[in-house]
């Protein structure tokens, strides 16, 4: 097929015996998305830790990816966080993950690796962005504030791999996922998402017997959540089914509001007491709703309900709880 821009590709199956690269494989989606791999079998999966591999050291990740010279990659590493870690480093969090995004796509184009896909946020979309958002609202109007300097370094990954789709012709394409969740996300206190915050914060008071639990906010806004693992099963879907310049938003197609999702974490850990919201903290975004119809034009919906999903994550992090990342 020819996409808009000029890229002759069409799309298929991957092939399983390819050395395929995922950038952020320790993370959240990273680690979701390597699961996925290797129950497709896919043989050759390479990643190296933060620890390992500083993305943001331009020499070392040009350098690892001439040694790995993979055909597929998925750029699934950033710096993430939730409202108080985004605005209170809005610094770190444009310039860590411009650097990591940049690295990775330049290095990737440099060895001409056949098949990218690009990992953004729904957070790329204007604040008051019709609901549910279309991909085309993307840079039509003001960004949130407390997450506008992620949201411009994640803007900037998707202009990157649409410029090397013009520039270069090679069939690069960007999903935006919703807000996400499950196994291996980040449960620290000052640098996680609203879901896991809750989940730690109501698992510690099962734990302890308290009363009463207290949330940042109002609890009215809007929030549509994604399991990583269906997630994942989308990234592998689009790689196989989709091509075209323009990003593709990863969701459900429906939300709660941030009450309903305490009161369902309240009953997963078996809390008991009362919950308080703390009105004098920001909402942010009023609501955040992805229009999934390119995703369901191009064959997949989501699987993993929202109920089975948080009772896995709640499973999962008192598990392994003694040594995740909180």
């Given amino acids: 097929m020819t996409a808009p821009d000029g890229v002759e590709y069409t799309p298929g199956e ?64 950033a710096k993430v966080g939730g409202i108080l870690a985004n605005s209170t480093y809005p610094v770190d969090f444009l310039s860590d993950n411009v650097r990591i995004q940049t690295n990775v796509l330049d290095a990737a184009r440099a060895n001409e690796v056949e098949r990218v896909v690009f990992l953004g946020s729904s957070c790329i979309y204007p604040k008051f962005a019709p609901q549910p958002i279309r991909e085309d609202a993307l840079l039509t109007g003001h960004l949130e504030p407390t ?46 998402h609203v879901l896991p915050a809750l989940i730690r914060r109501y698992d510690a008071a099962a734990r302890s017997g308290a009363t009463s639990v207290t949330n940042w906010g109002t609890g009215n806004p809007r929030r549509e959540f994604l399991h990583a693992d269906d997630m994942a099963d989308a990234v592998l879907h689009l790689m196989e089914h989709y091509d075209g310049p323009e990003q593709v938003n990863v969701g459900t197609g429906s939300d709660v509001t941030i009450r309903e999702i305490a009161e369902t974490i309240a009953n997963a850990t078996g809390f008991t007491g009362e919950t308080k919201w703390d009105t004098s903290k920001p909402d942010g975004t009023p609501q955040k709703l992805l229009d999934v119809s390119k995703l369901a034009a191009a064959g997949w919906t989501s699987r993993i309900s929202l109920q089975a999903g948080l009772e896995r994550t709640v499973a999962w992090y008192r598990e392994h709880i003694s040594h995740i990342r909180t």
Avoid at 40 to 62: H, I, M, P, Y
Avoid at 166 to 192: C, E, K, V
């Fill in 14 to 77: 991957l092939d399983r015996d390819a050395t395929f690269y995922v950038a952020g494989h320790g993370g959240l989606v990273g680690s979701a998305i390597w699961r996925r791999l290797q129950a497709s079998g896919f043989n050759r999966l390479v990643g190296k830790t933060s620890a390992e591999l500083d993305l943001k050291d331009r020499d070392s990740v040009f350098a690892y990816m001439s040694e790995i010279k993979p055909r597929y990659a998925v750029v699934a590493a």
């Fill in 147 to 192: 997450n506008d300097a992620y949201a411009i370094a994640k803007i900037t990954g998707i202009m990157h791999t649409q410029a090397v789709r013009r520039q270069y012709g090679l069939p690069w394409i960007s999903a935006m996922p919703t807000n996400l969740y499950g196994p291996n996300d980040n449960f620290s206190p000052s640098g996680s």
